[in-house]
Structures are given as structure tokens and as C-alpha cells.
């Protein structure tokens, strides 16, 4: 079943047209990647979903309900929760509160304990260090953090702008594991990605963007073996 | 000739004609007291905005104490007419220099701040300059400085006036002018196309502050007695209005603003209340339906048939 | 000794100064940290709630407490109002003509004031009485007692609300990083009116205290306590809670000082070369961090 | 080697924000005439690089020379008025200007004329504006521009501004030009003409050119030499050809670790 459908969106920014028509779809339960080079329109895609741009034209539907042009604020109640590109955590804040703040629309006190042992769990650093600043965190464990600060909403659809700047392929390696466990475990995933080898070795199904244009789609695997990504990426 | 210098020429005949029926109209016994001052009140509160206009609508740096450099001029020229006997000219000229130098020495540390910081400090630092005035026994400390000589006139302020009309407006037109538009269009570019910024900042305060301290030496001899509370940030905020009312990098549109808010006061003086209402809901509407003032940065001249009519006086070929 | 005596009983009386400029520094900082405006009009929204704590002591009759709560709340919706009428349409316009329309909304306070209450400065009835205690030869009045009570009390409580509920965790976000504060599913209008709200409410116990503490409140009583709030605010690092109270304390004592010791008549002055010092030396105040301009 | 000295060196610059190393040890030159460009992915550096060149950051440690001399430390309009000129990745016009007060804002550093001369509309005023107007329309018409002289920049469309910056830039009459991303949010035919254009102004003008830029069939058709970065640091150095078949930069761009 289709759970995000987006039907040929156009944004701008200002004068810019940075989005061209963009159309895809998300099932429920899949990892799907949109990969691409700098300024392909990656994030701006991701930012329309979320609610922090608004398409001039076209439908984004999640679960049946349209949703483009809503606030940021109400999307994340709808069930999608965006790990921002350059993490964005609240530097000046504890890890603890972090997390609180991305359990913010959420009243059920018991479910969010729980959510909050699932967090721990899954990135132990987090824990040992949720009275820190969350700004004192390296930049990996702040990619933890806000990964875990998205889930505190539990959403059912998580939007990743580029887990992976910044990072060491080791912990690349690492935030990736994790990201396919999040997904076996329940939630859809939608992933930005410029490092495209990684994002199609867990992705099921990829998008390629090319100056706000979706190039190529189809099944991550297959992608991966081909030679047009390179070429997407490096022209020629 | 030179089309450009041409129409400068026109421009100076259109003003001394204006200057001729005023004038004429003042001698002829046409125009009584009140009205007389308020005309007055008008060539030096133009003066004001229009120098003001220069740092705060021509390069951008938002400056809220232009009354302090008003007060120094005014007091420097009391002191060298009263005390020292010196000329009006010569007095005026003082005044232009001390505030000129006082601007300088001001804006070359205060205008490394931007926005709204900038504001404050010009505000506090013309609170300042106003505060020092009353402490100052030798010009009268907060009672005022008494016993001023009447030496402003109409013919005085308008020629000053026209003075810096010409000057304002050939600085904005050339390229160090448009050194100081592009400070206030984009600072980073600015800097990026070769201008001094900092340079540019600090002479546009400083020439600002001078011809501010001209209308305080004339504004000063209007009246028998000057009083530090003549220049308290109140008194800026109103040249301030003026520009922003009339439009922030419009000569023309200060010249209307200093025009509108003079006559606004003289009309409601006996409601000093409802003319400070009218002038807030005024900004407030002004910066939500049109945030660059009634001309933005349009001149006069700049309207299609006044420029035909410019044109065809001034002999420019199409 | 005299000097040192003199010396004590000036920083007494500063520090009760300095706890006014706090209480709206507060506000100020507040609403920088969040909308990046200074809210010009903020001393007049003090000069607002001293009247309507005038009104409740003395039309209405309410003990003083009572008084101060029902300014402090109804001031709160003031300041609410004014940011729905004047600042939000203006929420993506260039900060200077949010800063004018400031202005505005301040003249517009002031002489909408002074039409309805006439210029002429009210005597605040004497709600303490001819308290004072005598410490060592130093004199603190009952007016002064109060000050540091409520003073303290609306800071614990401030401090309470942002950081421990949810709301206060909101504004801390918000004000850090609006965009990302939205992806939490914080409603940044909701906050931002929140924040005026408090802000407005703390500004009209201080309005409400000079009252009592001065005795006489004006419709343009305002202007220059937020002037020095404002000096306050960016002395200890404009946007920062802790700041706006030590640079209200330090700006009350050195205030007191210079009135003290030098002339009253250089008391603002002093406060307003301090504003220039900083600005200068160390513009994010002194507990601000240094940020770097983006190109 | 001695006629053939660079006309921009950068020798083991480092530049550090609140303890991180946005470059690190950077060399690189650029020769007269050249046209270079220089690539990266999202946040390696390449910005810093063209603000290090202006003086709009000062470096850390390490020096950068303009015909041998050490620029280091001067300020961004000290640069600009010794021949470096640029344009930014986010467009800086001077929006509310007219298209050809912009580009007459750009020949600020060599006007002569003083203060006295402006305010009394005398000596070298009239002849120098109208030279100025003249080679400012001369300008813009060679960046199909002229016929939006008198309108307002922010009213253009997209290309036409990013046109305008260059045209601007090149009004400082630079030796060495600084495009940042100057193709970004253009369509494939805008950038076409684009690559074209910046091809004849380097030959008409006698320009270095230095190019960051993300397109990369605009980097690979017109740049001679292309540097790589990665977090700061050149990771690879050559012709159009040798960079695309580079596996470092594969690996930089694609990434090489996969989870199978």
C-alpha cells in the first residue's frame, strides 16, 4: 500500500525553481532513497514533505490525507518526523530534553518511557550522556541523537536528510545498521542521500534527482550495478 | 552644456522663484507669525530628515540620534554669536564643524554595529550628547541658554536648505553616493566590488551630523532661549517619521515628510496626544502597506511628466 | 566609615533598582531570543501595567497582591494582542520595519495612554506603610522588601516554566531554532504569543512595584526603564534569561552609584555609555557566545 | 618557471571555526589565463575557499599570494581593488537598484574623481560618469542585458541575475574572476549559453578564471584543471578526464562503503 504519494510537485525558492515536477511514491514498510549530486533538490524535496516548504503546485498525499501546504507542526501530528540535514539538535538543551521536545505532540506519558528505553537501547551513547549538552555531542552521536529524537514521535514514515555527512565510514556503517533496524522494526523510511553506494546497498527502491528532476527510478539493487548513477553524479 | 548640469540650473531657478513668492509673500505682510515660524520650522526640519535620509535611507545604517548632532550645532553657534560675537556665518559653519567632527569620531566605532543595535546606540549616544549639554554650566545646564540673538530668517534657512538639497543630492548621484547605496542594498557584495565600507559609513554619518549641526545653529536663533529638552530622542524620533514617511533613500520624499509632519504639528500643537497617535498608527500602517514610504526611492524628478517638462527646459535631446 | 556606610546603602537601593530593570529585561530578552525584534514598546507595556495596578489599588480598592496579578495577567493579554495586530503580519518583512513599527506601537502606547489617563503624574497610595528595618545602621524600607520578594518569586517561577514544563521547553527551542522546533510539532505562533505573555506580565509587576516603590507613575514612565532594560538585556547577553537579571542588577548598582556619588542628573548617562561599552567590546554581553556571519 | 610564476598561490592554508577544521592545508595555484574549477561535495570546503581568497576570512595559518604577494589579512575591498573579483553562490545584488546601477556600483575603485568634484558637478565628474555609463551598457550588452538596463535587478529572471553578478564582477575589472556555483538553479539551455559566455569573456578579457561548481557538465566542458575537496582537503588534482575516472572521487562523491 502507498503511503506518501507525491504528484507532481514544483517548488521554488524566490526566483529559483528548484523543483521540477517531481512525482513518487513510498509503500508502507519500504526504505526508499533519493539520491542525487549537491543541489539536485534532495532536501528541498524532503523540506516540501515536512511542511517547512510549500509547493506553488501539486499534491503530496500521506496516507490518503493531502497534506502539502500544511504547517510543519501539524505533519508531525499526521505521523512523518524529519531528521533534519545537519542534524539541527538543540545544542543548548540536554540530550534528555532532546528527546522530550521530539515527543512533544505526544500525552501518553507511559508510551513515551517506553519509547524513550527503545531510544536508549538502540543508541546505548545516548543514555550514558543524556544529561550532557547536546551541543558537547560528536558529530555521530548527534546524528544518534536526532535520529532518536525523531523517533520519540514515533512516527510512521521517517524522512533522513543525509544521515551520513560528516561521518566516519565506520560510523557511517554504524548510523546505516541502524537505520535498516528502525525499518524492520516497523517504521518506513524515506532517505536523502549523497553517498549513493551506501544508500542503495539498504534501500528497496531509489530515485535519482538531477537538477530538480527525478533521471532515474526503480529497484535500488539494480541501480547499484548500473553505470548511470556514476554518471548522474560525475556526468559524462 | 551639459544636459545634467543644465537641469541642476533649472532646478536652482524653480527654487529661487519658490524663494521669490515666499519671500515677497513674508514682506508683503501676507503671511502672519505663526505661520512665518512654521515655514521656517519646515527649510530646517527638511534640512534635518534630508541629512538623516543620507545615513539612514541612502546607506542604510539605521541612526535614531540625529537630534544630538542637531543640539551640538545649535549650541556651538549660540556660544560664537552670543558669547564671541562672531558673524551668523561664520557661527553656523562652527556648528557644522563640531557636529561634523563630533559624527566622525562617533560613527568610526559605532557603526561597526548593525540593525538594530546601531539604533540604540545612536539613540543612547544622542541621550548622551544631551545629557552632557545640561551638565555644562557654561551654556545654562538644563535651564537653557538664554538671551540668543534673532538672526534666523527665512532667507537664511531656505538658502541653507537649498545648500544641502544640492549638496545631499549630488553626493547620492555619483560614486560615492552609490558606494553608500550599495552599503545599504548589500554590505557583503559592497565590500565585494571594491568599496570601503567602513570609509563610506563614517563619511556619510559625519556629513549627515555637519549639515544636522547647521540646522541647529539655525534653529537655534530662531528662538530666544535653546533648552537640552529641545533635543531629547523624542525630537529625533520625529525626524526620523519624516523619513520614514516620506521614503527612506528619497530626497523628495523627505522633503515631503519634514513638509506633512510640520504642518500635522502646527495644526494639532493645542492636541499634543491625538498628533503622537496619528503619527504611531501612521508608522504602524505605513510598515505594513508600504514599508519604503510614500516615494520609496523615487524622486520628483523621476515622475514621467515632470522629467518631459525638466526635459524640454533643459534642452536634453530625446 | 561614612563612605563605606554610604557606599552599602547605595548598593542596597541599586539592587532594589536593578531588580525593576530585571523583571522587564527579562521580557525583552525573552522576545529577542525568539523573534529577534526589540520590542520598542516594552516599557510602555510596564507603563501599563503600573496603571492598571494603580487602577486595582486604588478604583477597585484590591490589596496590592491582588492587584499585581490581575495587572500582570491582563498586561500579559496586551502584550499578547500587540504582537497578533503589529508583529505577526510583519513576521518575514526586514527587521527594521518590524523595529519602526516598534517604535509605533510605543508612541502609540504612550499617547493612548495620556489621552485616557491625562499626562499629569498619579500619586500611587501608599500600600506598606512607613515600614522600614534598620540593619546595622542600613536602611532597607518595606517598599524595598517587597521588591526583592516578588522579584524572586517571578524569577523561581520563570525559571520553573522554562525549564521544566513543557511550554518552557517549547520557547527554549523555538527560540534556538524555530524551523527545527516545528519538525517537534511545536506551534512556533502559539509559542512566540506565549512568550509575550510572560514577558508582558513580568514588565507589569515591574510597573506595578515602581509604582509602590516611587510613588508617582506617569504615561511616559515607560520609556526610559525600557531604554535601560534594554541596556540590561544586552549587557548580559541579549536572549539570555540569567544575563538579563545580572544585567539588571549590575546596571541598578552602577546606577545607584553614579547618582550616588557623581549626579543624578548623569544616571542615564552612565547607563547608556555602558550600552555603547558593550556594544563595542563584547556585543553578545557577558554571557553571550560569539557567532559567525554566514557569506 | 620565474616568467611563469602564478597569479594566485595558496600554500598550507588552514582556516579553523570553534575548533573545526574547515580547511586543512590547502595548496593549490592557478596559473594566468587559467580556467580552473573546483569541485567537492555539499560542505567540503569549497565556499570557504573563495572566502579565504577575498579576505572575507582571514586563514587560520598559511599564506595567499596574488602575483607573489601575500594578500593575507587585507580586507575584501582591498582585494577587490587589487583584481580579485567574485560572485556569490547565494546571489548578492543589490536588488532594489537598477541592472545598470549595479554594474556601475562595480567601477567604484577606479573613479578618480574626489568628494569636492562630486558635490560641485565639476572637473573629471562628467567625463568620468558618462564613461562609466558607457561601459556599463557596453557590459551588460555583451551579457544580453541591455535591454533591462533601467529595470529593477530583483524583477529579473533567474538567469538574467546570475548573468548580472558576472557582469558586475567583471566591472571591477578583475584579473582573476571567482564564480561560486554560477550555473546553480539554471536549466541545461541556460547553462549552455552560460558555458559559452564564460569561455569568450576569459578570451576577450584576457581573465583567470576560478569555478566552483556542481554541474558537472559544466565543470568537465569548459575547465582545464579541476581540484577535488573533501572535508577541507584536495583529495585529487587534473584534466576533466583524469578527475571522472578518478576512484578517490568516485569514492568521494558515490561513496565506496556499502553494507553488502
Known amino acids: 500500500m502507498s503511503m506518501l504519494e507525491i504528484n507532481d510537485i514544483n517548488v521554488y525558492y524566490g526566483a529559483i525553481h528548484a523543483i521540477k515536477g517531481v512525482s513518487l511514491n513510498v509503500n508502507e514498510g519500504e526504505i526508499v532513497t533519493l539520491i542525487g549530486a549537491n543541489g539536485a533538490g534532495k532536501s528541498t524535496t524532503l523540506r516540501t514533505i515536512s511542511g517547512l516548504l510549500k509547493p506553488k503546485t501539486g499534491t503530496i498525499k500521506f496516507l490518503d490525507k493531502d497534506i502539502a501546504g500544511m504547517p510543519a507542526n501539524k505533519i508531525v501530528r499526521e505521523g512523518i518526523s524529519q531528521v533534519p540535514e545537519g542534524r539541527k539538535i538543540f545544542a543548548e538543551m540536554t540530550v534528555m530534553e532532546n528527546l522530550e521536545l521530539g515527543a512533544f505532540i505526544r500525552e501518553d506519558k507511559d508510551g513515551i518511557a517506553q519509547d524513550l528505553k527503545m531510544v536508549f537501547g538502540r543508541f546505548p551513547r545516548l543514555e550514558e550522556r543524556k544529561l550532557q549538552m547536546a551541543g558537547t555531542l560528536s558529530g555521530g552521536e548527534q546524528q544518534m541523537l536526532a535520529m532518536g529524537r525523531a523517533l520519540m514521535s514515533r512516527p510512521k514514515l521517517l524522512l533522513l536528510d543525509e544521515p551520513s555527512m560528516g561521518l566516519a565510514p565506520l560510523l557511517i556503517k554504524e548510523i546505516f545498521n541502524i537505520i535498516v533496524d528502525i525499518n524492520q522494526t516497523g517504521t518506513t523510511v524515506l532517505l536523502v542521500e549523497q553517498n549513493a553506494n551506501m544508500a542503495l546497498s539498504i534501500a528497496n527502491r531509489a530515485y535519482v534527482l538531477e537538477t530538480g528532476r527525478i533521471t532515474i527510478s526503480g529497484d535500488a539493487k539494480k541501480l547499484a550495478a548500473s553505470e548511470d548513477i556514476r554518471k548522474a553524479y560525475l556526468g559524462g | 552644456m551639459n544636459s545634467v548640469r543644465r537641469r541642476d540650473l533649472t532646478m536652482l531657478i524653480i527654487g529661487l522663484i519658490i524663494f521669490g513668492v515666499i519671500q515677497g509673500m513674508i514682506s508683503g505682510g501676507m503671511i502672519g507669525a505663526f505661520w512665518q515660524l512654521n515655514i521656517i520650522l519646515i527649510c530646517v526640519n527638511v534640512i534635518m530628515a534630508v541629512s538623516l535620509n543620507l545615513i539612514n535611507g541612502y546607506t542604510g545604517q539605521f541612526s535614531i540620534g540625529h537630534a544630538g548632532f542637531m543640539a551640538v550645532g545649535s549650541y556651538v553657534g549660540v556660544v560664537a554669536t552670543t558669547n564671541f560675537h562672531l558673524p551668523f556665518i561664520v557661527a553656523l559653519i562652527l556648528g557644522a564643524i563640531c557636529a561634523g567632527i563630533l559624527g566622525f569620531l562617533i560613527g568610526l566605532p559605532t557603526l561597526r554595529l548593525r540593525g538594530d543595535y546601531l539604533a540604540i546606540a545612536t539613540l543612547g549616544l544622542g541621550e548622551i550628547i544631551r545629557i552632557v549639554i545640561m551638565n555644562i554650566e557654561y551654556v545654562g545646564g538644563a535651564a537653557g541658554f538664554k538671551g540668543i540673538p534673532h538672526l534666523t530668517n527665512f532667507a537664511w534657512v531656505y538658502g541653507a536648505m537649498l545648500i544641502t538639497l544640492f549638496f545631499i543630492k549630488n553626493f547620492v548621484n555619483s560614486s560615492h553616493g552609490r558606494a553608500c547605496i550599495a552599503i545599504r542594498e548589500n554590505e557583503i557584495a559592497a565590500e565585494a566590488m571594491g568599496v570601503n565600507t567602513t570609509k563610506y559609513k563614517v563619511m556619510a554619518f559625519t556629513i549627515g551630523a555637519a549639515f544636522a549641526g547647521i540646522a541647529g545653529g539655525l534653529f537655534a536663533h530662531q528662538f530666544y532661549l535653546i533648552s537640552p529638552n529641545s533635543f531629547t530622542f523624542l525630537a529625533s524620533f520625529n525626524y526620523l517619521i519624516m523619513v520614514v514617511l516620506g521614503g527612506m533613500g528619497s530626497i523628495t520624499g523627505s522633503i515631503a515628510g519634514a513638509f506633512v509632519v510640520t504642518f500635522i504639528s502646527a495644526a494639532l500643537a493645542s492636541f499634543p496626544e491625538v498628533r503622537m497617535i496619528i503619527y504611531a498608527l501612521a508608522l504602524i500602517l505605513l510598515m505594513f502597506y508600504r514599508p519604503q514610504g510614500l516615494f520609496g526611492y523615487m524622486e520628483i524628478t523621476n515622475f514621467t511628466p515632470i522629467k518631459k517638462v525638466l526635459d524640454k527646459i533643459s534642452g536634453k535631446e530625446a | 566609615m561614612d563612605f563605606v556606610h554610604q557606599l552599602i546603602q547605595q548598593l542596597i537601593n541599586g539592587v532594589s533598582l536593578g531588580s525593576i530593570y530585571a523583571l522587564i529585561a527579562l521580557g525583552y530578552t525573552m522576545i529577542y531570543g525568539i523573534i529577534k525584534l526589540i520590542n520598542f514598546a516594552h516599557g510602555d507595556i510596564y507603563m501599563v501595567g503600573a496603571y492598571l495596578g494603580f487602577f486595582g489599588v486604588t478604583a477597585a480598592g484590591l490589596p496590592i497582591l491582588p492587584a499585581l496579578l490581575i495587572s500582570m495577567f491582563v498586561t500579559g493579554l496586551l502584550g499578547m494582542v500587540v504582537e497578533k495586530l503589529a508583529y505577526k503580519p510583519l513576521r518575514h518583512a526586514p527587521r527594521i520595519s518590524i523595529l519602526i513599527t516598534a517604535i509605533g506601537v510605543s508612541f502609540f502606547l504612550e499617547y493612548t495612554g495620556m489621552y485616557f489617563v491625562t499626562p499629569t503624574p498619579r500619586t500611587f497610595p501608599d500600600v506598606i506603610g512607613n515600614i522600614s528595618f534598620n540593619a546595622g545602621g542600613f536602611i532597607i524600607n518595606g517598599q524595598q522588601v517587597l521588591i526583592f520578594a516578588i522579584t524572586i518569586i517571578l524569577m523561581a517561577l520563570l525559571t520553573y516554566i522554562v525549564q521544566k514544563t513543557k511550554l518552557g521547553k517549547a520557547m527554549r527551542a523555538a527560540s534556538f531554532d524555530t524551523e527545527t522546533a516545528q519538525l517537534m510539532g511545536i506551534d512556533a505562533d502559539r509559542v512566540i504569543s506565549m512568550t509575550f505573555f510572560i514577558g508582558s506580565s513580568l514588565a507589569a509587576a515591574a510597573g506595578v512595584l515602581v509604582g509602590v516603590y516611587y510613588n508617582t507613575i506617569d504615561p511616559l514612565m515607560g520609556i526610559m526603564p525600557g531604554l535601560k532594560a534594554f541596556v540590561a538585556a544586552v549587557l548580559g547577553g541579549i536572549g539570555i534569561l540569567p544575563g538579563a537579571v545580572v544585567g539588571g542588577i549590575i546596571l541598578g548598582v552602577i546606577e545607584a552609584l553614579v547618582a550616588g556619588f557623581l549626579s543624578s542628573t548623569f544616571r542615564d548617562a552612565a547607563a547608556f555609555a555602558i550600552l555603547i561599552l558593550v556594544l563595542l567590546i563584547k556585543p553578545t554581553g557577558l554571557f553571550g557566545k560569539n557567532t559567525h556571519e554566514k557569506v | ?260
Open chain 4, 1 to 260: 618557471m620565474a616568467e611563469n610564476k602564478p597569479l594566485l598561490k595558496a600554500e598550507d592554508v588552514s582556516e579553523v571555526f570553534g575548533g573545526l577544521k574547515a580547511v586543512a592545508d590547502f595548496n593549490f595555484y592557478i596559473n594566468k589565463g587559467e580556467l580552473i574549477g573546483l569541485i567537492g561535495p555539499n560542505g567540503a570546503g569549497k565556499t570557504t575557499i573563495f572566502n579565504l581568497i577575498t579576505g572575507v576570512y582571514v586563514p587560520t595559518t598559511g599564506d595567499i599570494q596574488l602575483d607573489g604577494e601575500s594578500i593575507v589579512g587585507q580586507k575584501p575591498y582591498e582585494i577587490t581593488q587589487r583584481g580579485i573579483a567574485r560572485t556569490f553562490q547565494n546571489i548578492r545584488l543589490f536588488s532594489e537598484l537598477s541592472v545598470l546601477d549595479n554594474v556601475k556600483i562595480a567601477y567604484h575603485c577606479h573613479v578618480k574623481y574626489g568628494l569636492i568634484e562630486t558635490v560641485l558637478r565639476m572637473g573629471r565628474y562628467f567625463t568620468e560618469e558618462n564613461e562609466i555609463t558607457a561601459e556599463s551598457l557596453k557590459l551588460l550588452k555583451i551579457f544580453k542585458l541591455d535591454e533591462h538596463a533601467y529595470e529593477v535587478a530583483k524583477n529579473l529572471p533567474y538567469g538574467a541575475q546570475r548573468r548580472l553578478e558576472i557582469a558586475r564582477a567583471l566591472a571591477a575589472k578583475p584579473k582573476l574572476l571567482l564564480l561560486d556555483e554560477p550555473a546553480a538553479g539554471m536549466n541545461p539551455q541556460e547553462t549552455h549559453e552560460l558555458m559559452e559566455m564564460i569561455r569568450w569573456i576569459r578570451k576577450q578579457f584576457g581573465l583567470t578564471v576560478l569555478l566552483i561548481e556542481h554541474d558537472m557538465s559544466l565543470v568537465m566542458g569548459i575547465c582545464e584543471r579541476i581540484y577535488v575537496l573533501e572535508y577541507g582537503m584536495i583529495i585529487a588534482e587534473g584534466t576533466p578526464a583524469e578527475i571522472q575516472n578518478n576512484p578517490e572521487v568516485i569514492r568521494a562523491y558515490l561513496g565506496t562503503e556499502s553494507m553488502n
